[in-house]
């Protein structure tokens, strides 16, 4: 008989943490706000950064080619993504987020990388492609990337 309460008492535990692990949310790109992007910037290195200050988003926006305005975050509750690609040597190269998955320990950003394909016409100029997103983190957790190869 104890061996019986035992054995319940160690399924209901066990059963009660896989259901806690499985607390990880998608969030749809439809609810993302996307700030930014471009071609043009003066980001020349590859860069995954959080943002998380007017401070740091000033200085991301001087980097801006389109010296754009700079919009309103509610820090409270919101942090900034930048995904740069970096100097390239023509145009028809990009990067996006391609989902973000939110658990209760983190938040990571799926991105996604392209550029041209052989005998595609390109623009014969440097480009730097950027974007930039607002993301919903009330409880500041960790942001972390990955890339994803399509």
Same mark, same amino acid.
């Given at each position: 008989?104890?061996?019986?309460?035992?054995?319940?008492?160690?399924?209901?535990?066990?059963?009660?943490?896989?259901? /806690?692990?499985? /607390?990880?949310?998608?969030?749809?790109?439809?609810?993302?706000?996307?700030?930014?992007?471009? /071609?043009?910037?003066?980001?020349?290195?590859?860069?995954?950064?959080?943002?998380?200050? !007017?401070?740091?988003?000033? /200085?991301?926006?001087?980097?801006?080619? =389109?010296?754009?305005?700079?919009?309103?975050? !509610?820090?409270?509750?919101?942090?900034?993504?930048?995904?740069?690609?970096?100097?390239?040597?023509?145009?028809?190269?990009?990067?996006?987020?391609?989902?973000?998955?939110?658990?209760?320990?983190?938040? =990571?950003?799926?991105?996604?990388?392209?550029?041209?394909?052989?005998?595609?016409?390109?623009?014969?100029?440097?480009?730097?492609?950027?974007?930039?997103?607002?993301?919903?983190?009330? !409880?500041?957790?960790?942001?972390?990337?990955?890339?994803?190869?399509?």
């Amino acid at each position: 008989m104890k061996f019986t309460k035992t054995l319940q008492v160690l399924f209901v535990a066990v059963l009660m943490s896989m259901t /806690s692990c499985k /607390s990880t949310k998608t969030i749809p790109m439809q609810d993302l706000d996307r700030l930014s992007g471009s /071609s043009y910037s003066e980001f020349n290195q590859t860069e995954q950064t959080v943002i998380k200050d !007017n401070t740091a988003l000033e /200085s991301v926006y001087n980097r801006i080619a =389109t010296r754009e305005a700079m919009p309103r975050i !509610n820090w409270d509750k919101q942090q900034v993504v930048l995904l740069a690609l970096g100097q390239r040597n023509t145009g028809g190269f990009s990067i996006d987020i391609s989902e973000v998955v939110k658990t209760k320990k983190d938040i =990571t950003v799926y991105y996604h990388t392209s550029g041209p394909k052989e005998g595609d016409m390109v623009t014969q100029a440097l480009t730097a492609p950027y974007v930039l997103y607002a993301l919903d983190n009330p !409880n500041k957790l960790p942001i972390n990337f990955e890339e994803v190869f399509e």
